[in-house]
């Protein structure tokens, strides 16, 4: 089975829909999409990764399957950690890792009671999302292992699309390679648009662990004679 996770195209965040440039992305990645044969196309219930997951489902005539644990990281993550005002951990500070106890290969438990992390609605969240996560795994033949590994049950063989939130990505790569949240948060970014895609195994008989093809490409967006516009820390280069 092939996962193919999607960031949302460009966003009117205030409105949680696309923009005009975002509009033309969500078109050149469906264009993208299709040479991929995709057999089902799931997506989380906010506007702007709806919007975008609609121009694959035209064109493919699959209904987008709403998956309501599939939203991003809200206000109830944010913490006070470095500046005493509330902000998002969405993008995770790299000063953060500066703490050697901070750098830990920690567990899902673990990330519970990291200072920054325990004092937010983090936690919850991250449960959530790997729980959906696991249960969409799950009815495409896929189980999750106590150890953090994935068992063949009945393999589905399919090409999933998940069109979702980019600090949810880092979350879902971090439960899936069992990677702590800070090191992904702190220096892995998607552009709008890009396309993470990851091949499960299909023998049955042993457990394993996914394996990442690709990680927020964005070749299909150069199609314009443009260049994708990407952002650090908010602010486009």
């Known amino acids: 089975m092939y996962l193919f996770i999607v960031r949302h195209g460009e966003p009117d965040y ?15 990645t469906a264009e993208r999409l299709m040479i991929d044969r995709i057999d089902e196309i799931h997506a989380s219930p906010l506007g702007r990764a709806q919007e975008t997951a609609s121009y694959l489902a035209e064109k493919t005539g699959l209904p987008i399957l709403t998956e309501p644990w599939a939203s991003e990281l809200d206000h109830t993550t944010q913490s006070a950690m470095f500046t005493g005002e509330p902000i998002g951990i969405g993008i995770f500070p790299s000063t953060y890792l500066e703490a ?3 750098r830990k290969m920690t ?11 325990c004092d937010t609605g983090f936690p919850r969240k991250y449960r959530e999302l790997c729980s959906g996560l696991d249960d969409l795994l799950f009815r495409c033949g896929y189980q999750r292992t106590p150890e953090g590994f994935y068992f063949p049950l009945a393999p589905s063989g399919k090409h999933i699309a998940l069109y979702c939130h980019g600090a949810m990505i880092r979350s879902l790569l971090g439960h899936l390679f ?10 892995f970014h998607e552009n709008h648009c890009g396309v993470t895609i990851l091949r499960f195994d299909s023998d049955t008989g042993s457990s394993f662990v996914p394996k ?5 490409d964005i070749g299909h967006l150069y199609q314009d004679g443009n260049c994708p516009c990407f952002y650090l820390d908010g602010d486009p280069f």
């Open 14 to 28: 205030e409105n949680d829909c696309l923009t005009e440039k975002g509009k033309r992305e969500a078109f050149l």
């Open 100 to 102: 050697p106890e901070h």
């Open 107 to 117: 567990t899902e438990e673990a990330l519970a009671k990291l200072p920054g992390l």
């Open 178 to 187: 069992n990677i702590p949240y800070p090191f992904l948060g702190s220096s």
């Open 212 to 216: 990442l093809l690709a990680f927020g």
